[in-house]
Each structure stands twice: as C-alpha cells, then as structure tokens.
C-alpha cells in the first residue's frame, strides 16, 4: 500500500478535496462507484500529484496505509450508509472513515457508535468553502476520536485554508460535533444571507437605485466592519448582466430561494435545545415563505402590492443606517449561533471550544468574515461569556448601531417592506434586556387553564392558585 489517504466519491467536492491533498503532496487512493470519473479526474489532474486509482473497492482499500483513512464524498443520508456498509467488511481494526458530506450530527453520532463497536473510527467532519475551498483550502471541521485525529490532523491542515499561518482546521470533539458546528455554520449563513438580502431590497426600494448601484455601496461595505466574502460575492452578483436580456442578472431569476436542508437541521436542533436562535429560524422561514407561490400569488390580489415611502432624503445617511442595522442583526445572528454551538457541546459533552471555531471560520468557509477574530478575541477574554452581545466589542457595536436598527425596522414596518431577520433580531435584543417580560402573564395563563404551578419573584417553590374555574372542575 502506498497511498496516505483515499477518497471515495469523486463527484466535484469529492474531486477537488483529492487534487488538494495531492497538490500538498499526500498520495491518494482514488475510487468512484462509475469508474469512468475516476479515470477523467487522473487523464485530467494526474500531473498534480500522485494519485492511485482502483476500479475495485477491495484495491481502492488495500491501495491505503495502516491505518487506513478513507474520505468518503457522496450524498448525504442513504448513499452514505451504503458506502459504509459496503467499506466496513474490508476494513480492519483502527481504520478511519471521514464522512466530508454535510451529514445530518444524528447520524453521524448513530454511525460513529455503530462503527466503534467493530473498532473501527467514524469521523463526521464539516468542510465549507464549496468548490472553490475544497480545491484551494477550505475550513474543515472535524470531529470524532483522538486516534482519528492524530492520524487526520496533520492532513487535513495541510489542505485547510490559512489564515495569518493558522490553519483553518482544529479537532472539533467528539463523535458529530464536527457535524454539528458544521450544521450551525449553514444555519448562520442563511442568517447573514438573509440580512444581506433585506438590506439589498431597503436600498433598492428607499434609494430607488440599480442592482449596479447597490453593488458598489456593497463593495464599500466590505472595506469596513462588514468585510466578508459574502458581502463581496453580493456585490458581484448584484453587478452581475443578464447575457440574454442584458437587464440586471438578480431580476431575472425567480424570487423563490431554495435550501438543501442544512438550515433547517438547525432550526430543528435550536428548538430541542431550548436556544432562541431567531434569526436564523427567520431566516429559513424567509426562504420558505419565497417558495409559497401558491399564497403569494392570492394575497397579492387580496391586498396588493403597493409599498410606503422610505424617508432616504438624506441618502447618505440611509445607507449608513442600513449598514449598520445590518452589522448589529449579524452579531445577534453569531450570537445566537454561537449559544447554539454551547448548548449542543453541554447536551452531547463535546467540550467544543467557541473561540476556536471562530478562529477556522475565519477563512475557507462560505461566512469568512473579518469580525470572526474579534468572537475568538471574546471568548479568549472570557470563556464563560453568557452571551456574544455583551462582550464588550459587540456591545459596543451594538449600542452604536441601535438607532440605526430601530429606525430602519420601524419605517421599513410603516413602508410594508418585510425585514423578518432585522425586526426578530430587534426584538431578541430588546427581549434579552428587558426588565420584566410578559412571560410572567404566559405563566399566569398555564396555572390558571392546565395547574401547570408557577414561580414567584420573592420565594423558592412551585405555586398553585385554586383559580376559580378548579372549583367548576370539582363541582361537574
Ligand atoms: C459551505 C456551504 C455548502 C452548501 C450549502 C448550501 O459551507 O460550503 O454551506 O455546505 O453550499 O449547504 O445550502 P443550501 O442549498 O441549503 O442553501
């Protein structure tokens, strides 16, 4: 056996992730269910580095060394059971299999139990960075055993991407925790896209200007606090012309925003975890809504299109208002991700650490950003931060930004122009820092219809109240 490492799976992410280990030098074992995307990956990149294909699943195993790491690269769910389940028999104690798919964290912990019974090591690993990182680096989240990141560790940050010569990947924890910060990674990328969406349409609406326009304040936006390659890859699809028609790209294409699944999982997990992740629940929802076709077409007829004015009298001013609403609904955004990522690594015993997550999202992944390294600064200072808006950076920006926020949110409200990510994360904040919240009435109405007992402000113990309706029950 000669190869360091195999991929199996040669679909495009499968592809680049094994012409970026062997461009960094690691020989790798290559297989793919049609052997033909083997043979084009080799005729095509083979002067990259070394590669060893094998036609036969047996030979693409007995190709790698002791012990074996195997990526594996397909669709998520029940092609990669099957792989797994055809790789298993051939594999012998200590082997790794790296599921690179964006796995589902449930799976990944049901897999990795299941394969540690036959000493075999199941690592879930998250790589973000689309095609592109995949190639050229991508952020890599691994997680499962400490034997399979020994073996895995040094490969994997060779291929990561850099970042002021850090790699931009650490061993996340155990069993699906790679998945799992991975999922949260996505659900925090529908949220920024979401905001960068609703600031697209307030600029658009209030200025009254051009998809060519826009993309250059995006572009002056990501000089400043906002700089990330998610706002620079807005303004090139905003200045982006239709071949065909040669109106702006962006009015051509349906306003129905589809999604794979990963947002979803995350919202979906935030719910069982009992985490208030409402920006990114929002956010998904969005996508949801645009899709509707079915609803959006008769409640239009019902109550017609018309739009209030937005006041961009000063345009100036309108866009920095905007760009800062956006900056502050993105740190509750992170927030809100960031307690997500604790509240799974307490529930699964993980011990992820949160600043260092931040740390090998700063580059590679699709929300690479550089107010990444002011979260690791943050949990640095305090590991034990209750919460990502009160460490002292995001307080600051936060307050600075809060008139903006407001401002934006409440004309955008009074227009009729939707900003469900900017107003939810509005209101979190001004739910996190309320003095008394009316959960107090919600706990009031549960004592009085179900005796669900309530807490009081001045003594430890459940309550009851024997409300008049207890005496009705008695009597009938
Ligand atoms: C990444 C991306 C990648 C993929 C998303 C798209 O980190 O490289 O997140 O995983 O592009 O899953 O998701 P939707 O199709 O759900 O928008």
Known sequence: PSATIGVTGLAVMGRNL??????NGHTVALHNRTHARTESLVAEHGDEGTFVPSERLEDFVASIEQPRAIIVMVKAGAPTDAVIDELVPLLDEGDIIVDCGNAHYADTRRREQQLSDKGIHFVGCGVSGGEEGALNGPSIM?????????????????????VDGEPCCVHVGPDGAGHFVKMVHN??????????????????????????????????????????????????????EDADTGTPFVDVVVDQAEQKGTGRWTVQSALDLGVPITGIAEATFARALSSHAEQRGPA???????????????????????????YASKVVAYAQGFDQIKAGSVEYDWDVDPGAMA???????IIRARFLDRIHDAYTDDPDLPSLLVAPYFADAVRNGLD???????????????VPAFASSLSYFDGLRRERLPAALIQGLRDNFGAHTYRRIDRDGMFHIEWAGDALQHDA
């Not at 034997?147 to 291929?159: E, K, T």
């Not at 009254?208 to 990501?222: L, M, Q, S, V």
């Not at 017609?304 to 800062?324: H, K, M, P, Q």
């Not at 740390?359 to 992944?365: F, K, Y």
């Open 142 to 162: 691994p997680g499962g055993s400490r034997h399979a990141w020994d073996r895995l560790g040094p490969i994997f940050r060779s291929i990561a991407a850099e």
């Open 404 to 418: 903006a926020w407001r401002q934006v949110v409440s004309q955008a409200s009074l227009a009729g122009i939707p």
């Open 300 to 326: 239009r007829d019902a109550f017609g299109t018309e739009t209030g004015e937005l006041d961009a009298s000063d345009r100036d001013e309108y866009i920095e208002n905007v760009r800062l609403a956006l």
């Open 18 to 23: 094994a012409r970026n280990l062997a461009r």
């Open 187 to 240: 659900g925090i990328e529908y949220a920024d896209m979401q905001l960068i969406a609703e600031a697209y349409d307030l600029l658009r609406e209030g200025l009254g200007a051009t998809p060519a326009e826009i993309a250059d304040i995006f572009r002056t936006w990501n000089e400043g606090d906002l700089e990330s390659f998610l706002i620079e890859i807005t303004a090139v699809v905003l200045a982006q």
């Open 359 to 365: 740390m090998i999202w700063r580059g590679g992944c």
